[in-house]
């Protein structure tokens, strides 16, 4: 073949590459920064008595050139716990099928007050309101008070986590500080890393630099060095690429930022199985052991079932099905059929809009929230009303509670957070 042919040749490939790809955009759909700093958050009804599991899960449609960090985000999840629920199909360009997003949680053992961090799950559960709230004096910021009430209603958000060389450490903390356009001033490992990794390295990232890795806002924490913050790399979120912090998506963050006092408790907790009931029916969740704690999943299970006396409730059939999954979505161990209802298939169409299929013991409901759906900001009237069964949305906060927060200088507490 001749030196012109070839270049035509090649030219006409080029063409019809960009063709392709203009043609398969034009059928994707077109997710915007602004869709996903006005989408819904949901307030789930804490559940009464042993009753353990909130959400209900969705079917999604998946259009030609979306990806699952797209569709994840803007349910509140990560590509990862979508692709982890549909046999690990592709995050980047998963095929045009059905799929169920996993929108309906298990709690985690334990207290449900403050913030919780099951770290297998990379998922935060706020119980709010927070059993404390922040003083002032004399204009200033002191320490926070037990208020004696109860948390009524739950927020979840995914989140990144540390590499496995930088793990999220287990144990309880406290929320010391909050920080807007926080500085980050680069730990020296940290730094040598970077310089080494890339040939060259920053010892500060100001305050609302755009390759900040800290993101808008961050909450210092009572663990040195460790903090919850935004991030500048949003698909990060359902992976472990930082250092040992806990990276939320922007808009969570900002919205985790505003409802939460400084002196808020919290606790990173690792349970890879979680076991839950809703009435008289009851499920397993499964994730990976993303630090390889346990020497086997399966064990751990048969474990866990035997240590909460589950012995006469579990079909161990299923269970093993369950944890050969990790679907993450939380799956009936019990003999015969789920009770629940079959799950009704939904799609959404741009401009995007949340369809939620509410589980229940007869039918399927579908909850269509509206961008005219109103709410309290601050969650503070919604506490005095009746809880819906359904979750209630909040499109955005715009003031934090009780004004308990103050900007930190750039060496405050913590300032040299790993990322």
């Known amino acids: 073949m001749s030196q012109n042919n070839r270049w035509n040749r090649g030219i006409a490939f080029a063409i019809i590459a960009l063709a392709l790809s203009i043609?398969?955009?034009?059928?994707a759909r077109d997710w915007k920064d602004v869709d996903f700093d006005n989408?819904?958050?949901?307030?789930?009804?804490?559940?009464?008595?042993?009753?353990?599991l909130i959400g209900s899960p969705t079917a999604y449609k998946i259009e030609k050139g979306e990806t699952l960090?797209?569709?994840?985000?803007?349910?509140?999840?990560?590509?990862?716990?979508?692709?982890?629920?549909?046999?690990?199909?592709?995050?980047?360009?998963?095929?045009?099928?059905?799929?169920?997003?996993?929108?309906?949680?298990?709690?985690?053992?334990?207290?449900?007050?403050?913030?919780?961090?099951?770290?297998?799950?990379?998922?935060?559960?706020?119980?709010?309101?927070?059993?404390?709230?922040?003083?002032?004096?004399?204009g200033k910021l002191r320490a926070a008070a037990f208020t004696g009430g109860h948390p009524r209603v739950v927020y979840t958000f995914p989140v990144g986590l540390g590499r496995y060389d930088w793990k999220t450490p287990v144990g309880p903390w406290t929320v010391i500080a909050k920080v807007k356009n926080p500085t980050w001033v680069v730990p020296q490992d940290i730094y040598e890393e970077h310089l080494e990794r890339d040939g060259e390295a920053q010892h500060v990232y100001p305050g609302g630099d755009p390759d900040n890795p800290l993101g808008l806002y961050k909450l210092a924490l009572s663990i040195p060095e460790y903090g919850i913050h935004g991030t500048d790399v949003e698909w990060g979120i359902g992976m472990n690429v930082s250092h040992g912090c806990i990276r939320l998506y922007p808009e969570d963050i900002e919205r985790l930022f505003m409802k939460t006092p400084v002196g808020t408790p919290g606790r990173f907790v690792y349970q890879p199985v979680k076991f839950g009931w809703r009435g008289d029916a009851l499920y397993v969740e499964v994730h990976d052991d993303l630090y390889a704690v346990y020497p086997g999943l399966w064990n751990h299970a048969l474990n866990e079932v035997k240590r909460l006396k589950l012995d006469d409730?579990?079909?161990?059939?299923?269970?093993?099905?369950?944890?050969?999954?990790?679907?993450?979505?939380?799956t009936y161990v019990m003999t015969g059929p789920d009770p629940g209802a079959p799950l009704e298939s939904a799609s959404i169409s741009p401009p995007p809009a949340p369809i939620i299929a509410a589980r229940s013991s007869s039918a399927t409901r579908i909850v269509m929230p509206t961008a005219t759906t109103e709410a309290p900001a601050t969650g503070t009237a919604a506490n005095?009303?009746?809880?819906?069964?359904a979750p209630t949305v909040i499109h955005r906060d715009s003031e934090s509670l009780k004004d308990d927060w103050q900007s930190v200088p750039a060496r405050g507490p913590n300032d040299n957070t790993v990322e």
Not at 317 to 326: M, S
């Open 384 to 389: 005095e009303a009746p809880l819906p069964l």
């Open 23 to 27: 043609t398969a955009s034009a059928f």
């Open 313 to 330: 409730d579990v079909d161990l059939t299923k269970l093993q099905k369950a944890v050969e999954t990790r679907s993450g979505i939380p």
């Open 69 to 138: 960090l797209d569709i994840g985000r803007w349910y509140g999840l990560s590509g990862k716990e979508i692709s982890d629920a549909n046999g690990r199909i592709d995050w980047w360009a998963p095929p045009a099928q059905q799929v169920l997003l996993p929108t309906e949680h298990i709690l985690p053992e334990g207290p449900r007050s403050g913030i919780v961090l099951n770290i297998p799950e990379m998922r935060i559960y706020y119980y709010y309101p927070s059993p404390v709230a922040a003083r002032h004096h004399r």
């Open 39 to 52: 989408r819904p958050l949901f307030a789930y009804p804490l559940p009464s008595g042993s009753d353990s």
